[in-house]
């Protein structure tokens, strides 16, 4: 296998489409959301590409005991009354800093084929603690992107996240920009620790909101109902283990 192979699995026309990718990262937050919007709008939904690299582990899937090599997928989503979409998702990111580059100009060019001018990535971006309020914070490839994203309910914050936006994600806006995409990034907050639906939930929310579609999160919801029951199994344990810490009173004696 070459370094890199695309196979083109359909062909669909698609109008004003716009990439939006959700790989594996923080509290996979970009992975539900994208898995999320090909399970509500599966009835438009085209497999279109399948992309194959050597940067991507060595490993394949199986599915009802048939193996498929490991890949990232690009669909085309006929969207009513919204904009047409390319979802990007896969299991895996790249392994090396060199097949970040190479895999994301992959899928600017997949892009740019299907006549994607804009692109939106999605991820999660780590509090460090538990949280209920999730905001969404965000960061473009330009400043004239700003305003109409802030409108939509995106925070933009000084040096956040801590150290940048590294993956596809990252190189979405930055590649992005240097070819000609209006690139975003719009990151849920996460405590990191864990999949993280509702965070998902917030990211799509704003993203409808700036594509103009509707979706359904009763799913998504049932997946953050489960995730609670997980927390709260976990702040258990956590109070169960202070209380089992000895006190100084407790390691006093007598001697």
Same mark, same amino acid.
């Given at each position: 296998?070459?370094?890199?192979?695309?196979?083109?699995?359909?062909?669909?026309?698609?109008?004003?489409?716009?990439?939006?990718?959700?790989?594996?990262?923080?509290?996979?937050?970009?992975?539900?959301?994208?898995?999320?919007?090909?399970?509500?709008?599966?009835?438009?939904?085209?497999?279109?590409?399948?992309?194959?690299?050597?940067?991507?582990?060595?490993?394949?899937?199986?599915?009802?005991?048939?193996?498929?090599?490991?890949?990232?997928?690009?669909?085309?989503?006929?969207?009513?009354?919204?904009?047409?979409?390319?979802?990007?998702?896969?299991?895996?990111?790249?392994?090396?800093?060199?097949?970040?580059?190479?895999?994301?100009?992959?899928?600017?060019?997949?892009?740019?084929?299907?006549?994607?001018?804009?692109?939106?990535?999605?991820?999660?971006?780590?509090?460090?603690?538990?949280?209920?309020?999730?905001?969404?914070?965000?960061?473009?490839?330009?400043?004239?992107?700003?305003?109409?994203?802030? /409108?939509?309910?995106?925070?933009?914050?000084?040096?956040?996240?801590?150290?940048?936006?590294?993956?596809?994600?990252?190189?979405?806006?930055?590649?992005?920009?240097?070819?000609?995409?209006?690139?975003?990034?719009?990151?849920?907050?996460?405590?990191?620790?864990?999949?993280?639906?509702?965070?998902?939930?917030?990211?799509?929310?704003?993203?409808?909101?700036?594509?103009?579609? /509707?979706?359904?999160?009763?799913?998504?919801?049932?997946?953050?109902?489960?995730?609670?029951?997980?927390?709260?199994?976990?702040?258990?344990?956590?109070?169960?283990?202070?209380?089992?810490?000895?006190? /100084? /009173?407790?390691?006093?004696?007598?001697?």
């Amino acid at each position: 296998m070459d370094e890199l192979e695309i196979d083109a699995v359909a062909e669909v026309e698609l109008d004003d489409p716009v990439l939006v990718e959700g790989l594996p990262g923080v509290g996979h937050v970009g992975t539900l959301a994208v898995e999320h919007l090909l399970e509500e709008l599966e009835g438009e939904s085209t497999l279109v590409r399948r992309v194959y690299s050597r940067e991507f582990p060595p490993q394949v899937s199986i599915e009802n005991g048939v193996s498929e090599l490991t890949c990232a997928e690009v669909y085309a989503v006929d969207v009513p009354d919204g904009r047409d979409l390319l979802l990007l998702t896969g299991d895996h990111q790249a392994q090396s800093n060199a097949g970040h580059y190479t895999l994301t100009d992959a899928f600017l060019d997949i892009a740019a084929a299907f006549g994607a001018t804009e692109v939106y990535a999605l991820g999660g971006v780590p509090t460090g603690e538990l949280i209920d309020e999730y905001a969404v914070v965000g960061a473009v490839s330009d400043e004239s992107l700003l305003e109409g994203l802030e /409108d939509a309910g995106v925070e933009f914050r000084d040096d956040e996240p801590a150290g940048g936006i590294v993956g596809v994600s990252g190189l979405l806006l930055g590649l992005g920009e240097r070819r000609g995409f209006d690139a975003a990034c719009l990151m849920g907050e996460t405590s990191g620790y864990l999949v993280d639906p509702k965070s998902a939930r917030s990211v799509l929310e704003v993203l409808a909101d700036i594509l103009g579609f /509707d979706l359904d999160y009763e799913s998504l919801d049932e997946r953050a109902d489960e995730m609670e029951d997980v927390i709260g199994k976990i702040q258990e344990m956590e109070q169960q283990q202070s209380m089992d810490v000895p006190t /100084d /009173d407790d390691l006093r004696y007598i001697g």
